[in-house]
């Protein structure tokens, strides 16, 4: 799964006049799609919220409201979890069903997202503005990769025997921890929807999820798919709702045992200080990035420059993973700022449902407003705006993707997570400053190095304070890989086989036995 990159069929990548004649060719988005899922999905049934209150979501591309959904508050995540422990109690169907019939009902439901491919990323574009073809290739090739690989692992989870001193036998039980809350944003809602529920009921765990209020509809077509694949009752649990009272709510549950959130440093910390303050559940935390990517004079400039591009404007630059903060080595900065601008004016910003649109656009006015007020700053401090900077057109959050040069370390553009389609383009002289500077941020998540030089590059990848750091590319995330940061981009890892580790305890069980045998 390499998000930077929408795998068309390969007939066709190679050939871009001949992808835009072939359009028929490629999947189209569900017309005149009815949107049937509106209520909370608690207990595999579809429930008003106890208060009555619903919440509105709305189309960014437009500023239209698209429909209501159910508003949970404290009272439903109580309803929630209390299904959530019932369905984990021992002697519960979840609780003794075999773990490779877990892995069936998991790898069921990735059927049935498979099945819904063109509805599902219909609903993820209408809802959170991207462009329908990442939704299809990027977001749902994405979801069912990883419904998959962790249906596979549901049987291969084991504690190990270990030779004590002692007449004893002891071994280690790998055991799920509970019921896990888990909070996710508005920038992958479907996607990060499937990186929270799999490896959780793939341990054995049940869920209780709440989908950021700007975009529950596709969580909530899921409570649908996953009641038809046939898990049972209460096995995962769908709580549309604000942070400061759904989201609050759970992160202080006193019956939940894990949370996962995945979303902003700032409410990280509120998050954490809650599940301290409550039963100190178990915490996993992917937060946000201010991540460099550093290009030297060695490495092929048109790659890099692509690579560059992607690795900041892809999904209208709302990744915690953007590569915003760009090193490039002095003997190619000049260019290398050219060609970047070149290719940002030719980024083609529009409707989502145009298979032509590269960038749709952001998530609210809120966040538009934020990201015009950091280029403004970038403006008032002294770098130099390239291209962009402005809103685009009448209607929904559109801005020209924007490129600044001359950035200075200490900028806030060069400081703070922009999450917009603005690139910053740093001048570096030496490996060593560049490390030094590179590292010099609050963050940790990723960090990305272009070199035809692989001494070089190895030394630099050891050196980055990162959870990620790719040589020779940009967004190349996978589902077998692990993901997390360093420092605040947060703590635990999601995906791949060590993310299977924030979701077990583990148990030591000593047996006094009459006489031990080597």
Not at 193 to 211: D, E, H, S, Y
Not at 317 to 328: E, F, K, L, N, P
Not at 353 to 380: M, N, R, W
Not at 432 to 448: D, Y
Request: charged share 20%; aromatic share 8%.
């Amino acid at each position: 799964m390499t998000s930077s990159e929408i795998e068309f069929p390969s007939e066709l990548k190679a050939d871009p006049p001949a992808l835009i004649a072939s359009l028929h060719l490629l999947p189209s988005p569900t017309s005149n799609l009815e949107i049937k899922h509106t209520k909370l999905f608690i207990n595999n049934e579809w429930h008003h919220s106890a208060s009555g209150k619903t919440l509105s979501t709305y189309n960014p591309s437009t500023g239209e409201k698209i429909c209501d959904v159910q508003e949970a508050d404290k009272a439903d995540v109580d309803k929630a979890v209390q299904a959530a422990r019932l369905a984990f109690s021992p002697g519960s169907v979840w609780r003794r069903m075999d773990a490779s019939e877990r892995g069936r009902l998991i790898d069921k439901l990735a059927d049935l997202v498979d099945r819904d491919r063109p509805q599902l990323a219909t609903l993820e574009s209408l809802d959170s503005g991207k462009p329908f073809l990442q939704a299809y290739y990027v977001d749902l090739q994405g979801v069912i990769k990883t419904l998959r690989y962790f249906a596979g692992w549901t049987d291969k989870i084991h504690g190990k025997t270990i030779p004590v001193d002692g007449d004893y036998f002891t071994f280690t039980r790998h055991e799920p921890i509970g019921v896990c809350g888990q909070i996710i944003p508005w920038n992958f809602p479907l996607l990060m929807f499937a990186w929270k529920i799999a490896p959780a009921l793939c341990c054995g765990n049940t869920v209780v999820i709440k989908p950021a209020e700007q975009t529950p509809l596709t969580a909530l077509y899921m409570g649908a798919l996953i009641k038809e694949a046939g898990f049972p009752p209460g096995a995962v649990n769908i709580l549309p709702g604000f942070g400061s009272t759904a989201g609050a709510a759970i992160a202080s549950h006193m019956d939940i045992d894990k949370i996962a959130f995945t979303g902003s440093t700032e409410v990280g910390k509120l998050i954490q200080e809650a599940a301290g303050r409550s039963n100190l559940k178990r915490v996993t935390l992917e937060l946000g990035g201010k991540s460099p990517n550093i290009i030297f004079a060695d490495a092929d400039l048109d790659y890099a420059v692509e690579q560059a591009h992607q690795g900041v404007f892809f999904n209208q630059g709302q990744c915690c993973t953007a590569g915003s903060r760009i090193y490039v080595e002095e003997p190619i900065y000049e260019e290398f700022v050219q060609k970047s601008t070149e290719r940002a004016q030719r980024r083609t910003v529009g409707n989502p449902f145009d298979p032509a649109t590269e960038q749709g656009p952001q998530i609210d006015k809120l966040q538009c407003d934020k990201v015009l007020e950091l280029v403004l700053s970038g403006i008032t401090e002294g770098a130099k705006l390239e291209c962009g900077g402005k809103s685009l057109g009448k209607k929904g959050f559109f801005i020209e993707p924007t490129v600044f040069s001359n950035v200075m370390d200490d900028m806030r553009i060069a400081k703070e997570e922009i999450f917009g389609p603005v690139q910053l383009i740093i001048k570096f002289k030496t490996m060593e400053e560049v490390v030094e500077r590179a590292n010099n941020s609050q963050f940790g998540l990723v960090a990305a190095v272009f070199t035809k030089d692989i001494d070089k590059a190895l030394t630099v990848s050891a050196a980055m304070q990162a959870g990620t750091v790719w040589i020779n590319c940009y967004n190349a995330l996978n589902v077998q890989s692990p993901f997390g940061g360093f420092k605040m981009s947060g703590n635990g890892r999601e995906m791949g086989e060590y993310g299977l580790k924030e979701y077990t305890e583990i148990k030591t069980v000593t047996v006094k036995i009459q006489q031990k045998n080597s």
